[in-house]
């Protein structure tokens, strides 16, 4: 297609997500929470009124096709600037721009595509003429603003949040090119239900890439004897093959997804853990970082419940290593399963807390002299050892009323098992030297 327009000598090739881009409020499809009727930015554009604002959404749903609708909508002057690709110089020079059309009435929306990438300096040169109002400032991310932008910048505009554009609205956007682009229509391109729909689910929420996979599929799609060019699933799945599913190692969807596979295993269920997992593996995460992550869980979330899910989840790691993909993945899923369907726990992990803020507001405290080790009679005549009682002499081999907390701490009991799995007969024991451990203490306070 792109070649037969180049050699026919007309108008420089223009994307056909560039040429599909809505003019209009009407046409933008997709983030009816932000655009529908009532909301804020609707209210906006129909009242003529205007606010600085960041968008924040994944890559294809429409942020800088909404600035662009906004600027037109109120007849603003549009400045587009990358945050990749420009400096101070840029910035300065776009500035000066807006002030001129300030000067004669006009409004100016300055257009910071990627703004996340501007570092704490760049971010604070809009803030004087954000204020002043020589510009509306509209920036695009990708990633989590509270994170990556300045609270003084964030503090002067008003965040919405773009979602993944649903397979239905993936299926509107490409029904629209079929019928609407001048070019595709010259064609004569037919899609069949299925190839449509196989397209749409490829696209993973992202309305530019189903344009480039419509833009590709056409192009190879050969015509038939009537000059119908048609296009099936066989075609769609030659076009989509290599195309990866959005994950951005370090981003946000990296740690949404991690967090999801985490929870479903604390959750007890084995299948959402599977499918978020091979989400990621899909994605293309390094399964070394899953096989981490995973033996976090075992300790975190079930512990003592099931001791025997450290060693599955070690077992996958080190599995992993020596297999590789994608036959060590089978074993990350193993441990993932097992550690879904376990008992769970997390005393351990509340008790390890519990432990470690006493011990960080703590660190002065002496140690009792009947723990200490007294390996010289110099030591044993300073009173080292005295009194403590060997646990293995004892009856039941434990030493009911000894202490062994700092003498100003008193006693604590971090560690509570729960009634699941493992931890239950543990709780049982601990109960159990528990109840000896009063009983032994209350006879000394009354001989005393």
Not at 127 to 147: M, R
């Amino acid at each position: 297609m792109t070649a037969e327009l180049f050699a026919e000598g007309k108008q420089p090739y223009r994307p056909l997500a560039d040429r599909m881009r809505p003019q209009g409020l009407a046409d933008y499809i997709g983030q009816e929470h932000i655009t529908g009727q009532g909301k804020t930015l609707s209210q906006a554009i129909d009242n003529q009124t205007l606010h600085s604002m960041v968008f924040w959404g994944p890559p294809g749903t429409g942020k800088t096709t909404l600035a662009k609708i906004i600027a037109n909508s109120v007849k603003a002057h549009f400045i587009n600037l990358s945050a990749v690709l420009s400096g101070v110089k840029d910035i300065r020079e776009a500035i000066a721009q807006a002030r001129q059309w300030q000067a004669q009435g006009d409004l100016t929306i300055l257009f910071v595509d990627e703004v996340h990438r501007f570092n704490k300096s760049q971010q604070d040169a809009f803030l004087p003429y954000v204020e002043d109002g020589t510009i509306y400032f509209i920036g695009a991310t990708t990633e989590n603003p509270s994170f990556e932008l300045n609270n003084a910048l964030l503090s002067r505009v008003k965040t919405y949040v773009l979602k993944s554009l649903s397979e239905q609205a993936l299926i509107t956007v490409i029904g629209n090119a079929l019928k609407n682009d001048a070019q595709i229509k010259g064609l004569n391109i037919e899609i069949d239900d299925e190839a449509l729909h196989m397209m749409a689910q490829a696209s993973d929420g992202d309305a530019r890439r189903a344009l480039n996979f419509l833009e590709i599929a056409c192009d190879l799609v050969e015509a038939d004897s009537t000059g119908l060019r048609h296009i099936d699933k066989d075609i769609v799945q030659d076009v989509t093959s290599q195309s990866l599913r959005r994950f951005d190692k370090g981003g946000d969807l990296f740690y949404e997804q991690i967090s999801a596979l985490h929870k479903s295993v604390r959750g007890s269920n084995p299948d959402a853990s599977l499918y978020w997992f091979c989400r990621m593996i899909d994605g293309g995460c390094d399964p070394l970082y899953i096989a981490r992550r995973v033996l976090r869980m075992a300790t975190e979330d079930i512990g003592n419940a099931d001791p025997r899910g450290v060693q599955l989840a070690l077992a996958a790691w080190q599995t992993y290593e020596r297999l590789g993909s994608p036959e060590g993945e089978l074993a990350i899923a193993q441990a993932i399963v097992f550690l879904a369907c376990a008992a769970k726990s997390n005393a351990l992990y509340s008790a390890y807390n519990a432990a470690m803020k006493d011990a960080r507001n703590s660190a002065s405290l002496d140690v009792p002299e009947h723990l200490r080790n007294a390996p010289t009679q110099f030591m044993k005549e300073l009173g080292y050892g005295k009194d403590y009682r060997y646990a293995h002499d004892e009856d039941e081999g434990f030493a009911a009323g000894e202490t062994y907390f700092p003498e100003s701490m008193g006693e604590r009991e971090y560690y509570q098992p729960v009634d699941r799995g493992l931890e239950a007969r543990i709780k049982e024991k601990l109960d159990h030297l528990r109840t000896l451990n009063l009983s032994a203490r209350s006879k000394a306070e009354k001989k005393t």
